[in-house]
């Protein structure tokens, strides 16, 4: 059994008594410790895909099961409580919130699980907080405002954040969308150091050097995955050339 089986999800937005049939019977899969990435042309449905299968959104049909337990049958505060604790999320509007310094930011989450009310658990998330920290290079900006660190910085710390309450799987959109080379080569480098951890990561993204480092990618098109190629773990195959021709090629193939 995956870490996530989503079977026939639907979703359905009505605009102006207009149906947008967004999601149409999504069927996949992650395996734990996987990491997958989910490519496909604008507006078809990947953003609305992670809001879906992470339970941020409702779906309108279908089922999603989250380590066996099915997400719909959640109710709002087991279903925030499940998010918090056992899902990461890593997100292009990063939520993180303006009038408080990076750290804090990033242990928030952790203060707000159940493990946070108690003394001894802060402890721990504030120790964790600091070893995140120090892992992904932003030691020195803990006590920057949100608006004082540049966007890798911010992506990093966001990132941190995802990891502070030891998620089972992150969802991350669009990453590194907002970030240059070489500072989206090194949240890559994050995402997959934490990927060989045995985090699951499913992530969204246009960018095929971003999905060539994942072991495989979905093709998704109308709302539908219309094809998926395996590359294998980033840590055990690293020629980048020879996946990111393999999957040029399989993107070719599909009309990208
Ligand atoms: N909250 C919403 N209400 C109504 N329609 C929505 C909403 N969110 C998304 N949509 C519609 O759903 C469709 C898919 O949007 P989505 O953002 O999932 O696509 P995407 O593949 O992530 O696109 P992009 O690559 O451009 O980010 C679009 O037609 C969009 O207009």
Redesign the pocket.
């Known amino acids: 059994m995956g870490t996530l089986n989503v079977s026939n999800l639907c979703k359905t ?1 009505i ?1 102006n008594k207009r149906q ?1 049939n ?1 999601l149409r019977n999504v069927t996949l899969s992650i395996e734990e410790g996987e990491m997958a990435a989910i490519m ?10 992670l ?1 879906t299968v992470s339970g941020m ?1 409702e779906a309108t049909a279908g089922r999603v099961d989250f380590f066996g337990r099915e997400l719909t049958s959640l109710n709002a505060n087991e279903m925030s409580d499940l998010r918090l604790r056992e899902m990461g999320f890593v997100f292009q509007q990063m939520y993180m919130l303006k009038n408080l310094t990076v750290y804090d930011n990033i242990i928030l989450p952790a203060y707000q699980s159940p493990e946070g009310k108690s003394k001894a658990g802060r402890k721990a998330a504030n120790d964790r907080a600091k070893i995140l920290m120090q892992k992904l290079g932003i030691s020195e900006i803990a006590e920057n405002d949100i608006t004082e660190v540049s966007g890798g910085q911010l992506q990093r710390a966001c990132i941190c954040r995802s990891l502070i309450n030891k998620p089972k799987i992150i969802f991350a ?2 990453p590194t969308g907002a970030l240059n080379k070489q500072n989206s080569i090194e949240v890559m480098d994050e995402l997959n150091r934490i990927n060989e951890e045995g985090t699951s990561i499913l992530l ?1 993204t ?1 960018d095929m050097k971003v999905a060539a480092k994942c072991e495989r990618v979905l093709y ?1 098109e109308d ?1 539908n995955i219309r094809d998926e190629i395996a590359l294998g773990k980033w840590a055990d195959t690293q020629d980048i050339r020879v996946r990111e021709r393999r999957l040029n090629d399989w993107l070719i193939k599909l009309g990208w």
């Open positions: 937005y605009i947008n967004v496909g042309p604008s507006g078809s449905g990947k953003t609305t895909l809001y959104d959109d669009e969204v246009h998704i709302g």
